[in-house]
């Protein structure tokens, strides 16, 4: 039978939900059952993504689905974050069976972890930004279940963050995209970098405020703050899967608004590096003064994304001449994907023996160990970005990118607010934070290693007698196998990636030949390496570690989520609202009782059977219809009614 491009796009959305259902049943009669069927759902997901490159270029739209209707699409890029998606579930899925071993409300995860794949297959296979936001706001209600599954205090709180910084970011871009639509009459992605806006500036708003739900999910400063909580209280599959795929989910929004209205302007590539920046270094100091494997992995990730979003901004900047910046963003975030997911499963390995994440309870567990030695190390150096490893290859292209707009100012600035001097001197600042941040990551990687493998193991640490199955041990070898065989192969394997998904990104269609292992390319490299280690020796052996002990010393009067947030989203922004519906109440509720006043005298039966919808009024009440009126259900529901029509009046208008 032959397949047609439409109907894989469209078994590759569908497949998931209807096997998450099947899954659900099963594992009512038999987990071990249910478990090597999700395997089956993942890998048939899998082959399907794979199979999918012979279909590039397909599209398919499906008209009246909630109004707009939804489209889907397929190119270089989306083919490549399928497969990446898909070869990530079946590895974390397959973990998940011996991970949750003896844990409860496993049937309720294998349910909403298939039904987040679909979900996010279909952000990264959406067509237009309206299928984007339906399926975003899916994904980030599904994958609420991911962060709360050990039902723990932490986990509660963690899951409670999350979720409110995704709807919050969910609403505000809905507003951002009903204002650009009425801009542009078009959400179409392919469409976007083709607008022809008499004044563009007016873009701006609707703009960011889209934006902001998509950097909420990229973890991008300041709405970082569900991450490392999330990534630390969610087990340790679902930690692989929030960290390397449903972040780079809001990324995917992100590139669509650089890439599309926002095509080479500079003054959006402003805003973007700035924020890129304040998240590469900020997640970097956390991670360095962290003493929690998983919460160090967590801001690691707030981190990598910073570095992400520096390439995306710079591709901005460069205009036409973007081709190193598009290609290191690509690069960098598959990278980023396959080195979190080996280290947050190595974290996983770690809590499966000791119950434990604080370094100082796990000191040592690695020793003797050669799969996990292996797997870690391997990520580990992806993650530093040493040379022949897969996260040299986009650390290095975004580094170059920003080198080369720097060449390129010596003829005109790009910023016109700023001088040519200005932002060339603001340029090279940006050089040496980006350097410094891969020290910084050097350093933290250098920590957890010597933890893990070096240090005296603690008295406390209790394993099992057999620390890992064959069969993961098997797939966490295969995935740490992937990332010096990206870096090994950089232009037979790693340009053919980033080749293929430039066109998604406007990238220029002259690409660059690169000399990944020239002394240049290899300088950038090893100053990082050179700053981490120093880091390590002068500033994390004297001042974080006493004793044999790591410290955590980071100030909790400086965690912005409960310096900030909590206060606002739970005490003003909820008493604001407060205040408002009762001077709104009193307001409405005052010409109605005047109205009203001279009915004092007529008698109201009061049918049992409505108590408590409309209050009536006989000879025995002595209450007046002015203090009963505000309290009745018929009151509320009219003026929900009032509020929803003036809603819809103003979104008409």
Known sequence: MKISGNFLLLFLILWPVSGAFIAYIIGRYSRLARDYFADFVCAVEFAAAVSCYKFLGCEISVPGVCGLGIKFALDGFRYIYAVIITFMWLIATIFSREYFRGHRNRNRYYLYVTLTLSSIMGVFLSGDLYT????????????????????????????????????????????????????????????????????????????????????????????????????????????????????????????VLSAGPFLHDSFWGFILIILAVITMVLGAVLAVFSVNIKRT????????????????????????????????????????????????????????????????????????????????????????GAPLWNGYLGKTLIHESIIEHIHALGNAGTLAFMSVSGEKFMFEIFEWLFLISGGLTTAYVIKLFIALFIAQPSPDMHEKEIYI?????????????????????????????????????????HHYAVNYFSFENIEGAAISIIIGVCVYIFFIQKFLIKDGEYLDLWPEKLNIENLLFRPVLGLILPFIGALFAKITDLITAGPVVLMLSNMSKIKFIQPPEDFGFGFYQDDNQAETMGNLLPSSLAYGLMMLSLGLLFVIIFMMS
Request: glycine fraction near 10%; hydrophobic fraction near 55%; charge should be positive.
């Open 132 to 255: 984007t936001f339906l399926f975003f706001e899916m994904m980030s209600l599904f994958s609420y279940i991911m962060v709360v599954q050990e039902e723990t205090r932490e986990a509660s709180r963690a899951a409670e963050t999350y979720l409110a910084i995704a709807i919050i970011g969910g609403l505000v871009t809905l507003t951002g995209l009903i204002l650009f639509y009425a801009k542009t009459g078009t959400l179409d992605i392919a469409e976007l970098s083709k607008l022809k806006i008499q004044d563009k500036n007016s873009l701006y708003i609707p703009g960011f405020l889209i934006f902001i739900g998509f950097a909420a999910k990229a973890a991008i400063f300041p709405s970082h703050i569900w991450l490392p909580t999330a990534h630390t209280a969610a087990p340790a599959p679902s930690s692989a899967l929030l960290s390397g795929l449903l972040t780079k989910s809001g990324l995917f929004g992100v590139i």
């Open 297 to 384: 992995l967590a801001c690691s990730s707030m981190s990598q994304l910073g570095f992400i979003l520096t390439g995306v901004a710079m591709q901005c900047f460069l205009g036409v001449d973007n081709d190193l910046a598009v290609r290191g963003t690509i690069l960098y975030m598959v990278g980023h994907s396959l080195v979190k997911l080996v280290l947050f499963l190595c974290a996983g390995v770690v809590h499966m023996n000791t119950h434990k994440l604080n370094l100082n309870d796990i000191k040592g567990f690695g020793r003797g160990k050669k799969v996990f030695f292996f797997a870690f190390l391997m990520g580990g150096l992806g993650l530093m």
């Open 469 to 509: 199955g064959k069969f993961n041990a098997f797939i966490l070898t295969l995935s740490a196998v992937i990332l010096p065989v990206i870096g090994f192969l950089p232009n037979k394997l790693g340009d053919k990636i980033s080749i293929l998904g430039a066109a998604f990104m406007n990238g220029s269609e």
